[in-house]
Every structure is written in structure tokens, then in C-alpha cells.
């Protein structure tokens, strides 16, 4: 799949539009002191290295693109990274709505791609204070093997200072979490492939028209009459989603509660002999993301982070009952084949998974 960034009009978002408003609400924190950044730089270099032994032991996987590349960056720079990610993921769309049409072209025009500029310049600027590592499969040159793993400086620090984490452990304990990730990615050969090909029909499935919109609202309200949340399950992306898009965005949920229950699960065995302050930082980093309220609880509510902090954690209690069943030979099924995946329903059952991993496993026999 090739990602083309050489037509601007084709974007449903004004992405320079996005970085400058990010780039505005983040001018006030103070960037990091050179010397303090070259530190962290060094510290998170060899902590990368050091997890990538540790992932390969614990997992089995192999990286077929070699050492991992650690970057560390700072919250405008995290923020750059990702309008690079988003504009090449989200160019299929760009490219449906300009060949749709007339009242799917409008949305790029230069007064809705602005306007859409600035609320992702807006969720950019939010999200670049919380977030402490990624790993990024689509990096800003756009090579297939040019992958790279973020670490944001600042927000390290901060909780650093502010817990008393012992640095050296901490960073360790961020670095196992995204090596796993990269792993997962350059370890299995199709599930790169397979995970942008889900963006990619979720793009062709986008941009709802009116009767969408007006089943998903009478959705919300059943939701509400029953008492439940209507943007439990992916925000507002998901109370728009047409049934087909439903149908991709639960695939994709179940994919991203495998990939993060899977790395907390390995963060968690790397803790246990390697690094001895693993349990607080997870215990912390818990409460962090539980203790929101007022805006950002709502911004967490819109977007779906919430749905995904939940998935994540179905997917850690997958992993961990699939372990329990059959051990690591067991749970290497999943890499084994696109159709071994687990769908949304057995990840929050896994023994349904389980009893169908074990007869596929006794129809090859």
C-alpha cells in the first residue's frame, strides 16, 4: 500500500493548520535542557537495546528490520511525528472524497479541511502531555523499514519527579512496552500488512451520510434508556459508524486489545526478575489514566480513549487465561496465521478462542 503526500488539496485535513495550533498551545512548556536531553537520549538508547533481548527471550518474536532506532523527542516533536503518521494513513480517505461526490468533496474545502485542522491540532496538543512512548510503523520518511520508537522526553521526567521512579528502571519499563510492540510488527511477517489494510478499508467505509448519522443517534438513545454509556465502545467514531464500519472497528479493537494486552502482559514477566519497581509504575500509571475528570474525562470519552483503556485490558486478561491454558506455545497461535486473531467476543471469552485454536490445531494433526 503506498502512501502519497504530494497533494494537499486531497487531505480531508489542513494539516499544517493542525501542527501550527499544536505547535501554539505547546509554546509555553519549556523545552529540555541540552544536556539533560543528550542524558535521556543515551539512557533510552541503551534501554532499547537492553528490552529487545528482553522481548526476544520472553516472546519468541524477531525483528526482521534489525536494532530497533530510538528517538527522543519533545511534546511538539511527538506532535509532528503523528501528522505525519495521520496524513499518510488517512490520504485513502482524502482520496475517496475527492473521486465522491459533490457533497463529499466539500469536506475538502479550505474552510472544513481548516476546521478539522484545528480539532486535530486540538486532540494533538491534548494527547502529546500523556503520552510516554510509541512506536511508530510509519515513520516520517515513509519507508516500510524505516520504523522507529518515540520516547517523549518531558513526560518522563515529570512523572519521574513527581513519583520518585527510579530512572534507569522506569525507562527500561517504557522501552519493554514499545520494543514488544515493534516486535509484534517486524516479527510477524503479515501483520503489518494486515493491520493497514484495516485502516484501509475502514477509510473506504468512512464519511457517513445522513442516514447513518440519524440510525446512530437512535442507537444512542436506546444506549441511554439501558442505562449505558453510548460512547463506551469508540467514542464518537463509533456512535457514527455505519453497521459495516461497526464490523471493521470491532476487528480493529480486538487487534489493538491483543498488541497492548499482550505488551503489558511481557512488561509484567520483564518485571518480575529485571525490573523490581514494575508493579508500582504499572499501579501508578493506572490510577493515572483512571483519575481523570471534568474535560479531559470527556475529551477521553469523545475520542474513545476510555473504550481502549478497557479493551487493553481485556486483552491483558486474554492473554494471561490463554498463558494459563496452553503457555507460550499456546498463545503463539495468534502470530500463526491472519485467521487465528481473536475477534472482539473471545477476547473478552477467551476460552472461545482457546477451543478453536485447539481445533485447528488437532485438523493440521
Do not use: C
Given at each position: 500500500?503506498?502512501?502519497?503526500?504530494?497533494?494537499?488539496?486531497?487531505?480531508?485535513?489542513?494539516?499544517?493548520?493542525?501542527?501550527?495550533?499544536?505547535?501554539?498551545?505547546l509554546s509555553r512548556v519549556q523545552p529540555l535542557e541540552?544536556?539533560?536531553?543528550?542524558?535521556?537520549?543515551?539512557?533510552?538508547?541503551?534501554?532499547?537495546?537492553?528490552?529487545?533481548?528482553?522481548?526476544?527471550?520472553?516472546?519468541?518474536?524477531?525483528?526482521?528490520?534489525?536494532?530497533?532506532?530510538?528517538?527522543?523527542?519533545?511534546?511538539?516533536?511527538?506532535?509532528?511525528?503523528?501528522?505525519?503518521?495521520?496524513?499518510?494513513?488517512?490520504?485513502?480517505?482524502?482520496?475517496?472524497?475527492?473521486?465522491?461526490?459533490?457533497?463529499?468533496?466539500?469536506?475538502?474545502?479550505?474552510?472544513?479541511?481548516?476546521?478539522?485542522?484545528?480539532?486535530?491540532?486540538?486532540?494533538?496538543?491534548?494527547?502529546?502531555?500523556?503520552?510516554?512512548?510509541?512506536?511508530?510503523?510509519?515513520?516520517?520518511?515513509?519507508s516500510a523499514d524505516g520504523d522507529v520508537v518515540y520516547?517523549?522526553?518531558?513526560?518522563?521526567?515529570?512523572?519521574?519527579?513527581?513519583?520518585?521512579?527510579?530512572?534507569?528502571?522506569?525507562?527500561?519499563?517504557?522501552?519493554?512496552?514499545?520494543?514488544?510492540?515493534?516486535?509484534?510488527?517486524?516479527?510477524?511477517?503479515?501483520?503489518?500488512?494486515?493491520?493497514?489494510?484495516?485502516?484501509?478499508?475502514?477509510?473506504?467505509?468512512?464519511?457517513?451520510?445522513?442516514?447513518?448519522?440519524?440510525?446512530?443517534?437512535?442507537?444512542?438513545?436506546?444506549?441511554?434508556?439501558?442505562?449505558?454509556?453510548?460512547?463506551?465502545?469508540?467514542?464518537?467514531?463509533?456512535?457514527?459508524?455505519?453497521s459495516e464500519q461497526l464490523e471493521t472497528l470491532r476487528?480493529?479493537?480486538?487487534?489493538?486489545?491483543?498488541?497492548?494486552?499482550?505488551?503489558?502482559?511481557?512488561?509484567?514477566?520483564?518485571?518480575?526478575?529485571?525490573?523490581?519497581?514494575?508493579?508500582?509504575?504499572?499501579?501508578?500509571?493506572?490510577?493515572?489514566?483512571?483519575?481523570?475528570?471534568?474535560?479531559?474525562?470527556?475529551?477521553?470519552?469523545?475520542?474513545?480513549?476510555?473504550?481502549?483503556?478497557?479493551?487493553?485490558?481485556?486483552?491483558?486478561?486474554?492473554?494471561?487465561?490463554?498463558?494459563?491454558?496452553?503457555?507460550?506455545?499456546?498463545?503463539?497461535?495468534?502470530?500463526?496465521?491472519?485467521?487465528?486473531?481473536?475477534?472482539?467476543?473471545?477476547?473478552?471469552?477467551?476460552?472461545?478462542?482457546?477451543?478453536?485454536?485447539?481445533?485447528?490445531?488437532?485438523?493440521?494433526?
Amino acid at each position: 500500500m503506498a502512501y502519497d503526500d504530494q497533494r494537499p488539496g486531497n487531505d480531508a485535513v489542513a494539516w499544517d493548520v493542525a501542527q501550527k495550533v499544536a505547535r501554539q498551545l505547546l509554546s509555553r512548556v519549556q523545552p529540555l535542557e541540552a544536556r539533560l536531553a543528550a542524558q535521556l537520549e543515551a539512557d533510552l538508547t541503551e534501554a532499547t537495546e537492553h528490552a529487545e533481548s528482553i522481548v526476544t527471550e520472553l516472546t519468541g518474536l524477531r525483528s526482521s528490520h534489525g536494532p530497533a532506532r530510538a528517538t527522543v523527542t519533545d511534546r511538539g516533536g511527538w506532535v509532528d511525528a503523528n501528522v505525519a503518521s495521520f496524513r499518510r494513513l488517512l490520504r485513502p480517505l482524502g482520496e475517496r472524497l475527492a473521486n465522491g461526490s459533490p457533497r463529499a468533496r466539500r469536506a475538502l474545502n479550505p474552510a472544513s479541511r481548516a476546521a478539522s485542522g484545528v480539532e486535530v491540532g486540538l486532540l494533538l496538543a491534548w494527547m502529546s502531555g500523556r503520552v510516554l512512548g510509541q512506536y511508530d510503523l510509519l515513520p516520517a520518511d515513509g519507508s516500510a523499514d524505516g520504523d522507529v520508537v518515540y520516547y517523549v522526553g518531558p513526560n518522563i521526567l515529570e512523572l519521574e519527579r513527581r513519583h520518585g521512579f527510579a530512572p534507569r528502571e522506569f525507562r527500561l519499563w517504557i522501552a519493554v512496552h514499545e520494543v514488544t510492540h515493534r516486535m509484534q510488527f517486524t516479527g510477524v511477517p503479515w501483520l503489518r500488512d494486515h493491520f493497514l489494510g484495516l485502516v484501509e478499508r475502514g477509510m473506504s467505509l468512512a464519511a457517513p451520510d445522513g442516514r447513518v448519522v440519524l440510525e446512530s443517534l437512535i442507537r444512542a438513545a436506546s444506549e441511554i434508556r439501558a442505562g449505558r454509556n453510548p460512547l463506551a465502545e469508540g467514542g464518537v467514531v463509533g456512535l457514527l459508524a455505519s453497521s459495516e464500519q461497526l464490523e471493521t472497528l470491532r476487528e480493529a479493537q480486538a487487534l489493538m486489545s491483543l498488541l497492548e494486552g499482550h505488551g503489558d502482559v511481557v512488561m509484567g514477566l520483564a518485571g518480575e526478575d529485571l525490573i523490581p519497581g514494575a508493579r508500582r509504575f504499572a499501579e501508578t500509571l493506572r490510577e493515572r489514566r483512571a483519575s481523570a475528570s471534568g474535560v479531559a474525562r470527556a475529551v477521553q470519552q469523545l475520542v474513545g480513549i476510555e473504550a481502549k483503556m478497557r479493551q487493553y485490558a481485556e486483552g491483558e486478561k486474554f492473554v494471561e487465561r490463554v498463558r494459563e491454558e496452553g503457555g507460550d506455545d499456546l498463545l503463539a497461535a495468534v502470530w500463526s496465521d491472519p485467521e487465528m486473531l481473536p475477534s472482539l467476543d473471545e477476547i473478552r471469552s477467551p476460552d472461545g478462542w482457546i477451543e478453536r485454536a485447539g481445533g485447528v490445531a488437532a485438523g493440521r494433526a
